[in-house]
């Protein structure tokens, strides 16, 4: 199974999430096998990682910047890369953080990436051209 690449780009504003959400669900049902919980993992994920460029990346003054979104169904698995020109920022060189006994006693921040992991098979992060790359991926079953 490998579709054509269906992409998107937008605003890099909160008020483009549910476009962008909506956009990788709707590519993901119409080109893939996925369940609906498997794509429910997506969505969670996709609004994790787009609304972290959005606070992070641009500090919320991204209107004059574009997030590029691209899917794909593969013959494995449904591909879904989501691209920005903020400052570089390799999630995965920061540290995990610190498991707590209670959330009283949790740190803030971080969680976010654990989550992704846990939702997706495969999160895969690159700089390229100017610009920071998150590759997800999740497998058919």
Aim: net charge negative; proline share 2%; with cysteine.
């Amino acid at each position: 199974m490998s579709a054509a690449r269906r992409e998107l780009e937008v605003a890099a504003t909160l008020d483009q999430l549910q476009h962008v959400t909506a956009f990788v669900v709707n590519a993901g049902r119409e080109t893939t096998r996925l369940t609906d919980h498997q794509l429910y993992h997506c969505e969670l994920s996709v609004d994790e990682i787009f609304s972290n460029i959005i606070e992070h990346g641009f500090k919320h003054q991204g209107a004059s910047h574009t997030v590029r979104i691209s899917c794909q169904a593969l013959s494995d698995r449904f591909e879904i890369i989501i691209r920005d020109d903020a400052p570089a920022f390799d999630p995965f060189k920061q540290q995990a953080p610190a498991k707590a006994f209670s959330l009283d006693d949790g740190s803030v921040g971080g969680w976010g990436l654990r989550f992704v992991m846990t939702c997706m098979d495969s999160v895969e992060y690159r700089h390229e051209d100017g610009e920071n790359w998150i590759i997800l991926g999740k497998k058919y079953t």
